[in-house]
C-alpha cells in the first residue's frame, strides 16, 4: 500500500450516529464526524421539538443536548436547554398589556439544579401588585413542580407544557391571562456538580 493510500485512510473521519436521552424517546438528532471517539464528548447538539415528533407546530421549541457517552459508531446525549425561539415570544407580545416574567433556580428530587424562567401575557395592562402576585404564583407553582419530580418529570412537564397549563389556571384568578410560557430550562448543575459544591461549603465552614 503507498503512503498517500495509508494517508488517505488517515484522514477520513468516522462518523457517529446521536442519539438523545431516554427521556426523549432516544429519538435520532443526527451524526457528527470525528477522527477519534474522545473528540466528540462534550459537543452540543441542536434540535427542535417539532423535528423530534415530527410535527412542525412545535418547531418554535428548541432543545439542545450534549454527548457525554460514545459507544463504537453511536453517541449518548444529555438534555441541556430548552429554550423557546426569539420570533415566537416577539408575536406573543400585544401594545397595552403587560409581559410578567421570573428567573427561578430549583433543586429536583433526584438534585439536579435547574433555571426555570416562566413567563404570562395578560389581556390588558396589569398595575405593580397584580404582576407581582402573579410573579409569585409562578415562582411558587415552579418551586413545588421542582420539589415533587425528578430532573425527566420536571423538564417533561415543562417541555409538554403542563407546568405553563397549571401556571395558567392559577394565575388567571389574579388577572386575566392571555398565554404562559416557560420561555427557557437550562440545567446549572448536574447531581455530583452539586454534591460537590456541598462539600466544598460544608468543608469552608469547619475551617472557620
Excluded at 423530534?52 to 450534549?66: A, M, V, Y
Excluded at 454527548?67 to 426569539?86: C, K, M, N, P, W
Excluded at 415552579?142 to 409538554?160: C, K, N, P, Q
Amino acid at each position: 500500500m503507498s503512503e498517500r493510500s495509508v494517508s488517505k485512510r488517515k484522514q477520513e473521519k468516522r462518523w457517529y450516529t446521536v442519539m438523545a436521552p431516554e427521556m426523549f424517546d432516544r429519538a435520532e438528532l443526527g451524526e457528527t464526524p470525528a477522527d477519534e471517539a474522545e473528540q466528540v464528548y462534550d459537543r452540543t447538539i441542536q434540535t427542535t421539538l417539532g423535528e423530534l415528533q415530527n410535527d412542525p407546530s412545535e418547531n418554535n421549541t428548541k432543545l439542545t443536548f450534549q454527548i457525554t457517552d460514545v459507544g463504537s459508531d453511536t453517541a449518548y446525549t444529555e438534555f441541556v436547554q430548552h429554550e423557546l425561539t426569539r420570533d415566537y415570544l416577539r408575536s406573543l407580545t400585544r401594545r397595552g398589556t403587560s409581559k410578567v416574567d421570573a428567573f427561578i433556580t430549583v433543586l429536583t428530587t433526584d438534585d439536579y439544579r435547574v433555571q426555570v424562567q416562566p413567563v404570562a401575557y395578560t389581556t390588558k395592562s396589569a398595575d405593580h401588585s397584580q404582576e407581582h402576585a402573579i410573579r409569585r404564583t409562578m415562582i411558587d407553582l415552579v418551586e413545588e413542580a421542582a420539589a415533587e419530580r425528578t430532573f425527566e418529570g420536571l423538564v417533561d412537564g415543562i417541555v409538554e407544557g403542563r407546568l405553563s397549563s397549571a401556571i395558567y389556571a392559577e394565575a388567571k384568578t389574579i388577572y386575566p391571562l392571555r398565554r404562559v410560557e416557560v420561555q427557557k430550562t437550562r440545567v446549572e448543575a448536574k447531581p455530583e456538580e452539586v454534591a460537590a459544591e456541598e462539600e466544598a461549603t460544608v468543608d469552608v465552614d469547619e475551617d472557620a
